[in-house]
């Protein structure tokens, strides 16, 4: 009895001293980062357009639009249609009410938080032993792509998937070794698969080559059921609905023609030194610290008992290692559909890097020294911690460009005329991501030509040969030039500095009376045969979001509603 409440004392100083110290590393980083704003690093200043876009239907009471009008150089650039965004919506959504500089930081928050107890959460149920658990989703958080992105780099929608990575893992590896048909089963893999659609398509490549590897695999072994393709068939239609939204609005951008994304046909990888010199406790494309360490436990104090589970393991590590470098024959994926748009194979497979080394350390000490297990996991989960600390000062000290209002207020700007900020603000993003496959936009690199870069620099309104300034006010699925001191003419073709999609439909009125367009060879659009009638014209530009969408969308939730059921009611009788 004695000594049950000594161990009883033991675990609350445990819990207690990591609770501590995670209070004050969140009280440390809420003081940082909502003063002066997330760190913009990388893609940060992409993805915080997103957000912003987002953020601004909403306060419009509207559904967020396909174009781009109010970030992205305000120039219609389909970004937020063909990038899915549908899993930020919630996140958005419940942090309406801050200012856009408290409200990404709010989010990336929120984000970091839900990846902790999902994952604890997750762990638990597979381990049965909640405090090693816990320890382990600490560690797991506070290294690695989790802290990277939270700290350095803001990706929201690899760290959404992110948060329900272990649960993904584990549906894919209960479907693998599923010996019946299972609707449940089916259920919570179409919600996996649904999940990652609604936030990277990127990922769902990976996702998709990764199972396809294990699958292949297994056959190879011949330890594969035919009710693992049975429920995965079945799980087709699921997956069809819940991701119409997404599929149906990425095919009629795309049917527009865009141009290729950046990278397709050339997927590169790191070499191996790399992968090695760029090991730190928060690793992006590398093995953390962390995850390192873990292994080198889990060979110390190796379990016999579970030697043919981590013997797997290991082996899907090193291949998933392996994906990240060049020895890997990627040429031989240039030309194959989806896959030849992985880019660069380290931002691909290596964020996941981490996710093995915690489950191997959980499966080595669930029935097996499991003192040793918890007491190296809890001084490895508040070493984590201390040195996520040490690493939000040091990533923003320094000169750092960091979301704060005037940041916000440069991307956001409505002057057709970019100031200096700006330009210097919006060169982080400065490429043609899904533009119209048009001339003059891009050069090999993938970079905006200088040509194309002064007409979004410098925005003018073309009547015939003449160009005139404007003053811009922009909605959310619309915007408005107000143009003084124009010469009445008749019959002349008016250039807007907006892009034309041909596939979308776009409400266009001059001076309150609607009139016909065209998307010329530059990708703009342009009013034909118009009458100016006075010294003066209001020119308004409204994307029509489609009908089927809007019905797509309905269709989508409720058919979530329904997988959910079978799965809540799975886990009530558990």
């Not at 760290?159 to 590896?173: H, R, Y």
């Not at 991307?411 to 400065?430: D, L, V």
């Amino acid at each position: 009895m004695l000594r049950e409440e000594n161990m009883g004392k033991t675990r609350q100083i445990r819990i207690g001293t990591l609770l501590i110290v995670l209070m004050m590393f969140y009280i440390y980083s809420a003081e940082c980062q909502f003063n002066g704003g997330v760190k913009l690093f990388g893609d940060g200043i992409f993805h915080v357009q997103r957000i912003l876009e987002i953020r601004n239907a909403f306060l419009h009471l509207q559904m967020p639009s396909w174009v781009n009008f109010s970030t992205f150089f305000e120039i219609g650039q389909a970004v937020n249609g063909m990038y899915p965004d549908i899993t930020l919506w919630p996140l958005v959504l419940i942090t309406i009410f801050l200012s856009p500089q408290h409200q990404v930081v709010a989010i990336s928050f929120l984000i970091f938080f839900l990846t902790l107890i999902v994952t604890w959460l997750c762990l638990s149920i597979r381990t049965n032993n909640i405090e090693m658990s816990f320890y382990l989703a600490t560690i797991y958080t506070f290294s690695g792509y989790t802290l990277y992105q939270f700290l350095n780099e803001i990706q929201p929608s690899a760290a959404i998937i992110n948060i329900f990575v272990f649960p993904i893992f584990f549906v894919s590896k209960e479907l693998l070794g599923s010996k019946k048909i299972d609707i449940t089963l089916i259920c919570k893999f179409s919600l996996c698969i649904i999940l990652i659609g609604f936030s990277h398509l990127l990922s769902l490549i990976v996702y998709g080559f990764l199972l396809g590897s294990v699958v292949l695999f297994r056959i190879f072994q011949k330890k594969i059921s035919i009710s693992f393709f049975v429920n995965a068939f079945l799980s087709f239609p699921l997956v069809l609905v819940g991701m119409s939204p997404i599929i149906y609005r990425v095919l009629k951008i795309s049917s527009s023609g865009i141009l290729e994304p950046f990278g397709k046909g050339h997927i590169k990888a790191a070499t191996l030194p790399k992968m090695l010199n760029f090991i730190s406790w928060w690793s992006r494309e590398q093995l953390s610290i962390a995850a390192l360490v873990l292994l080198i436990v889990v060979y110390c104090f190796f379990n016999s008992n579970m030697k043919s589970k981590l013997i797997r393991l290991s082996i899907l590590e090193g291949y998933m290692f392996i994906l990240c470098l060049k020895i890997f024959p990627w040429k031989a994926f240039n030309h194959v559909p989806l896959i030849n748009n992985l880019q660069y194979t380290p931002w691909r497979f290596g964020i996941w890097l981490s996710v093995i080394p915690i489950i191997m350390f959980a499966d080595n000490f669930k029935d097996y020294q499991q003192f040793i297990g918890i007491k190296i996991s809890h001084i490895l989960a508040l070493l984590s911690v201390i040195l996520s600390i040490s690493a939000q000062s040091y990533l923003i000290s320094g000169q750092v460009l960091r979301l704060n209002n005037d940041v916000i207020a440069q991307i956001m700007a409505t002057t057709p005329i970019a100031s200096e900020q700006k330009k210097t603000i919006m060169a982080m993003g400065e490429h043609p991501d899904y533009f119209p496959k048009v001339e003059n936009v891009k050069n090999r690199k993938y970079e905006l030509l200088p040509s194309r870069l002064d007409q979004i620099w410098n925005q003018k309104i073309k009547v015939e040969n003449k160009s005139y300034d404007f003053v811009e006010k922009i909605g959310e699925q619309n915007l408005s030039f107000y143009v003084k001191n124009i010469k009445r003419q008749k019959g002349v073709n008016i250039e807007l500095p907006i892009l034309g999609y041909r596939s979308l439909d776009y409400h266009i009125a001059l001076n309150n009376k609607k009139v016909q367009y065209k998307v010329n060879k530059q990708g703009n659009m342009v009013i034909n045969n118009a009458d100016i009638k006075m010294n003066s014209m209001k020119i308004d530009i409204r994307f029509i979001m489609p009908r089927v969408y809007k019905i797509l969308l309905i269709i989508s939730f409720i058919s979530i509603l329904f997988m959910l059921i079978p799965v809540i009611r799975s886990y009530r009788r558990e």
